[in-house]
């Protein structure tokens, strides 16, 4: 079985970024800009961490700009690897963003709703280099873009993992408690969590241990 990724979200600062790569983390999330949720830091600070993280481990912008244009004026500023796009792109394409910067992964999230979103995830499949399922809803008044603690239905994330070609990171309430059910269950590419790891918003040392421990057993 290959080695299932795994990507810290919410980091704050370069020491959480630092604890979570010593922890095992493949993967760096940055917060930007967003209607609600955790984790939101300064793209001044997103540019700290982006630069002082090892190539070899990713960077992900969350970006919850809707426009081509826009997301591209949110990377120049902070240089990550990868953009995390965590609303529906409503002016440009997938395939803009990738002609632009194509050094850089583009992920798009699909925030699993119902069965509908099988059929959108495979259409989504087809424009960019992976799909991140998380438990947010943005069709409510306040947008929720991610970062809500609840998990989603994975028999339904099952289906778009067995139905897509691209990776498919697995998110929403996700701890080291329930993580290996996650991944016999759903069987994701990689992994990402913000709160399953963290006690009173901070990164918690202890708790990533557990869930770093609960993935190799």
């Not at 798009?108 to 119902?114: P, R, S, T």
């Not at 309430?173 to 269950?185: L, R, S």
Request: aromatic share 4%; glycine share 6%.
């Amino acid at each position: 079985m290959k080695k299932t990724q795994v990507k810290i979200c919410c980091i704050s600062s370069i020491e959480e970024a630092s604890l979570a790569m010593y922890a095992g983390a493949s993967a760096l999330g940055l917060v930007g800009k967003m209607p609600s949720g955790p984790g939101i830091i300064s793209d001044e600070l997103i540019a700290d961490i982006a630069a002082f993280t090892p190539k070899n481990i990713d960077t992900f912008l969350l970006t919850s700009e809707t426009s081509v244009e826009e997301i591209l004026k949110h990377h120049s500023k902070v240089k990550t690897t990868t953009i995390q796009i965590v609303d529906t792109l409503k002016q440009g394409t997938h395939q803009q963003l990738k002609k632009e910067l194509p050094n850089v992964k583009i992920v798009q999230v699909l925030h699993v709703l119902n069965e509908a979103s099988i059929k959108e995830a495979i259409e989504i499949s087809k424009n960019v280099d992976t799909i991140l399922l998380d438990s947010g809803n943005p069709n409510l008044q306040t947008k929720e873009l991610g970062g809500t603690g609840r998990v989603h239905n994975w028999e339904i994330s099952k289906k778009i993992v067995e139905s897509v070609s691209v990776p498919v990171f697995l998110a929403g309430g996700i701890n080291p408690y329930n993580v290996t059910k996650a991944i016999q269950k759903v069987q994701p590419y990689g992994l990402d969590l913000c709160s399953g790891v963290r006690t009173n918003g901070k990164l918690d040392e202890i708790k990533l241990t557990a869930f770093f421990n609960a993935i190799k057993q």
